[in-house]
């Protein structure tokens, strides 16, 4: 029996006059219902409402939402189709305002048609898909090469722990943290995933267990709150996260929880992983003291699922992100190869030009 | 302004045609919602629905259960008032088979009943009141006692880090690593609590923050994964929690999460303490290995907030509790003084008669 794939959470189907077709993020794990989106406020409900999420997901889904919006464009004026092409993406831009990469997306599409030189619509139009493709298609390749460099980090019959989603549903496949895990199922190797839940949103359970189960790789949910005497039985051998900002240092940012992993792997002897693009680091913060932690909502704490589990005017801490030094992490996989051991040096030498 | 007192989870009002009035802990936190038990099979449903909880409560809620039974006793037969509280004490003992406090209760009252020495089953009926309300008060001596002797670790203007329920919902008040932070908070002394929300039944979020609030004291709730981030923001000077046992060597078994907390309590060199009664510790068991870890329903992780938050079918590990070794706790806090350090020699000689 050959290993299942990964799910894609986001492609194109058809030609220029096709649609986009994703998961709906929203109603997993209990349903897989897919998204037709054939224009682009459909496009625009979907990021607002998290039905697509996942930095680079998001970055697909908008370029893919411009060649949606710019098919509608009857003219047969270059700069008129420009100025529409504009309009397009300030739309899907006020969808997640504070999503770097929904932006870095919106402007590669804004610069691709300024740069097709062409009068024809029609090939604007084209220019445009292929470029949306080719920002999903990248993605693609740069999670395939994170799970090539970090395949050998899964060892035949270890246990491996990951927090979060850093899977293909927040990419175009494959995810970050999660590609090795899906390059050694690939390869036959055998072994088996520990997820937390991840509070307050429970990305882990909903996400990241739907995923690899539906890859056919062996998951078994924790909360949080389990992950010490998990280590302590010796059921983990490995543990890799995502990340959302790397500092020039190696001091890496990432969901809540992260850190109390890194510093229980160290105490049980157990390597720590990070796995992310090298888009991830920011070599103008020189340590991860620089990197700003959103402090969220305390309702996510309070009453994240409907219910009210605190005493309803209770002070909740709530950030979004916690920072691990680099000295705790064994190494971080991206897709230029292994940073290891982390320090300012080796990661300016990956990253060099 | 003096100071809230903790609440009182189970009381009992007037002479022996009282009743009992306790807190419905079902409706925490958010309602405060008070039952009147008048008859035994009240005490045993709110027993079985865990209206009242907590090894203690339950404890004293079985003992006046039985005054409650007793009541309808209208021979004037002393055997036949014995076998009569032993059908009560069966059947209050089928609401909680595996609660140890429950079953000790009973036994007491039983006990009591036959050393009584009278034929007046009015004297007989009081003297079970008298033994229900000594059980109860016993408990609230033990309670303060620990306060007590714990108080002093509670610094001026320091952050308490607790986990789960050791309070005074779960005891007859004041509860047993809540106790020290009653005390100092009677004395006027400033501090804040943190308290994780102690997934998968989050008994810190619905019932910690509650009766803490509820008393005046400071508290934020975080989740169970915030710790780490919290202790490396100096925010927290101690941690304290609970027992459900204990090892001769002083290896603490408690709610899951709490080994966790222990190790990141070192690693950020903070103080880590249990607070619990003497009877919590085990000598027949040499270490935490001998301590059997329940395994509980995985749907507690899979749909603890009353929605499935996991893929149905998923696997899930769901330990009830874990050991957290003596050498990382600094000292047990028990009502008969401070075991520090904890050892087998130490607590031998303050267990010792």
Known sequence: MSPATPPKSIQWVGGVDGHVLMIDQTRL???????Q?????????????????????IGIAAAMGTVLGVRDYGGS?????????????DYLGTSRPTGVNLFWAL????????????????????????????IRDEDAAMCRAIGKYGEPLIRPDCGVLTHCNAGGLATAEYGTALAPLYTAHELGRPFCVYVGETRPLLQGSRLTAWELQQAGIEVTVLCDSMAGALMKQGRVNLVITGADRIAANGDVANKIGTYSLAVLARAHGI????????SSFDPSISDGSGIPIEERDPDEVRCGFGRLTTPPDVACYCPAFDVTPADLI???????GLIQP?????????LGD
């Open 37 to 57: 989106c054939r224009d682009t406020e459909t496009m625009w409900e979907a990021i607002k409402h998290l039905r697509v999420r996942g930095a680079p997901a």
């Open 342 to 350: 982390v320090n300012g040096e080796i990661i300016a030498e990956m």
């Open 77 to 89: 004026d270059r700069h008129g189709f420009l100025s529409y092409l504009d309009q397009i993406c």
């Open 107 to 134: 402007d590669r599409m804004r610069q691709h048609a300024r740069s097709t030189e062409t009068d024809d619509i029609g090939a604007l139009k084209l220019a445009l898909l292929d470029e949306a493709k080719r």
């Open 29 to 35: 794990p209990t349903e897989l219902a897919m998204i």
């Open 330 to 336: 064994r190494g971080i996989v991206t897709e230029r």
């Open 271 to 278: 390597p720590f992983y990070v796995a992310s693009p090298s």
